[in-house]
């Protein structure tokens, strides 16, 4: 985990590539390709689990998150 608490300003949230259309509409399953293990730490280290409370306010149904 970062030391930097932060790293969500440096780091841009980023989602994970969709599956092509072509493949979506034929299967029910997720539809996003899975993040690499490196690109999931990176994301991961965004967490602030520091106290301050920036992803409560930018929650968009403004849940509690401890």
Excluded: T
Aim: hydrophobic residues 30%; charged residues 25%.
């Amino acid at each position: 985990m970062s030391q930097n608490v932060y790293q969500f300003i440096d780091l841009q949230r980023v989602d994970p590539p969709k599956k092509p259309l072509k493949i979506r509409k034929i299967e029910f399953v997720e539809i996003y390709e899975p993040f690499s293990e490196g690109q999931a730490k990176a994301q991961a280290d965004r967490c602030l689990s520091c106290g301050n409370p920036y992803c409560e306010w930018k929650c968009p149904v403004h849940n509690y998150i401890p």
